[in-house]
């Protein structure tokens, strides 16, 4: 199973990620961890990466796409994949597809969680991450059992330092702008399902395990 997350910030990608990755025992990879492994281990791509990401920008296309198709060539990723935060535009999801062609690993679903602007910033301001573990929480929605403790390490948590609102607007219009060409891109090709991911939590995973078995006739 080879799947694809698209949504904005705020949309619960990483949270469905998990879920669907103890479903079918595939690993995550999402961008961020690989661009702040990178970056932390100070390679190249990685400095390059730094300095979009220091302005607020994203990565460019051959940073990301070199990035991620090494990440795919790991053994853990040999059964399949789930990624999300990549592709983020058509030249990146082209480079995407002409990789696994060549491997013969075609993709098997693309899920589009939208949510409207004004959710995706109210969940946003109100989000706590966790440095050690980056295991995200939110005050209002989805608060940890002790606040300001992470359930799962029990490490501080903390607001995400780029979570101011400006900041948050900005990152949402580049991800329209940028994404909706995306979108349409894996419409055409039959593989994409918009997901409506304003419900709680649970219900937007059983409307995403319903897309996958739509779109890969998968019932079992
Ligand atoms: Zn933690």
């Not at 005050?139 to 903390?158: Q, T, W, Y």
């Not at 101011?164 to 090709?189: G, M, Q, S």
Request: charged share 30%; with cysteine; proline share 7%.
């Amino acid at each position: 199973m080879r799947i694809i997350l698209l949504g904005p910030p705020g949309a619960g990608k990483g949270t469905q990620g998990r879920h669907l990755a103890e479903r079918y025992g595939l690993p995550v990879i999402a961008t961020g961890d690989i661009f702040r492994e990178q970056i932390a281990k100070g390679t190249p791509l990685g400095l390059q990466a730094k300095e979009s990401v220091d302005r607020g920008e994203y990565v460019p296309d051959d940073v990301t796409t070199k990035m991620v198709l090494a990440r795919l060539e790991e053994p853990d990723a040999r059964e399949g994949f789930i990624l999300d935060g990549f592709p983020r535009t058509v030249p990146q999801a082209q480079a995407l597809e002409r990789a696994l062609a060549a491997a013969g690993r075609p993709l098997s679903a693309v899920l589009n969680f939208k949510i409207p602007d004004e959710l995706a910033v109210k969940r946003l301001m109100a989000r706590i991450v966790c440095p050690n573990c980056r295991r995200s929480y939110n005050k209002e929605f989805k608060p940890p059992r002790v606040a300001g403790i992470c359930d799962v390490c029990g490490h501080a948590l903390e607001s995400r330092s780029d979570d101011d609102e400006a900041t948050i607007r900005r990152r949402l219009e580049i991800y329209h702008r940028e994404t909706k060409p995306l979108v349409l891109y894996f419409w055409e090709r039959g593989l994409l399902r918009d997901i409506d991911a304003e419900a709680p939590e649970e219900v937007v995973a059983d409307r995403t395990i319903e897309a996958i078995a739509d779109l890969t006739e998968d019932y079992g």
